[in-house]
């Protein structure tokens, strides 16, 4: 993979590669962190951040050694090796793939009425949203309920899936609908856990649901006609 090195306005070093395997922020998900080093070992660069910007990769951190060529362009071109952080990205996939769980075991629990909305599948904190409501009396009742099938399915086990398809071939794996800001000229990439629909999603996830290993459903509630739902998964 080639490489080029920017210093950015607000004075972080960036190095933009013609290919990655860096995931980037976005999606309710945390970037990758690790570590892009010369193949001639001129340089090693400490990835800390990866942000996608108008299409192009940029990956933020600083040299841990040679920093001395920055903005020299002799580090422009080079062929680097790339190294993710396993346990980082592992931790992310297993907490994005637990929220699309939690989203499969709506209905089982009675909950189907409830419509997918935005989701943080950060550590400090992961929740789903979904708009529509619970009687505050059934808050702790839904909240173990959900628990408890969303562990049968991690036991049970089923292979997790990501495909860029059609506009026509999403629409029939997603159940026959699909957010309105996919465009019916797009070609989305749809996420299947098992044999449930699947949703357009751009993050990472583990192979399988039992890769997730274990969910807690932490609190559930409901406010302003939106209800949340808090989870965590084993570290």
């Known amino acids: 993979m080639g490489s080029h090195i920017l210093q950015e306005g607000d004075g972080r070093q960036a190095l933009i590669l013609d290919s990655t395997i860096f995931h980037p ?39 841990e050694t040679g920093e001395e060529e920055f903005g020299s362009g002799k580090l422009d071109g080079k062929e680097v ?13 297993r907490l994005h793939s637990a929220g699309h769980l939690i989203d499969v075991c709506l209905e089982g629990v009675g909950l189907g009425h409830l419509k997918p ?19 505050q009396d059934k808050w702790q009742t839904k909240q173990q309920e959900l628990e408890i099938e969303a562990n049968a399915l991690i036991s049970k086990g089923g292979k997790i899936t990501a495909a860029t398809l059609s506009y026509e071939e999403a629409l029939q794996l997603c159940g026959g ?39 807690k459903v932490t609190q559930l509630r409901s406010k302003k006609g939106m209800t949340k739902v808090f989870y965590n998964v084993d570290s």
């Open 25 to 63: 922020q976005g999606g309710g998900q945390p970037s990758d962190t690790g570590l892009i080093s010369s193949a001639d070992d001129s340089f090693k660069f400490v990835v800390e951040d990866v942000r996608s910007k108008g299409g192009i990769v940029f990956h933020y951190g600083c040299f």
């Open 177 to 215: 609908s699909l957010p309105d800001y996919i465009s019916k000229s797009s070609n989305p990439r749809i996420v299947t856990l098992g044999n449930y629909p699947g949703c357009p999603c751009g993050g990472t996830h583990v192979p399988d649901i039992s890769d997730i290993n274990s969910l």
């Open 117 to 135: 909305g935005k989701a943080y599948h950060f550590p400090d904190g992961p929740y789903v949203e979904y708009q529509g409501t619970v009687q």
């Open 81 to 93: 090796f790339l190294f993710v952080d396993k346990a980082r990205r592992n931790l992310n996939s």
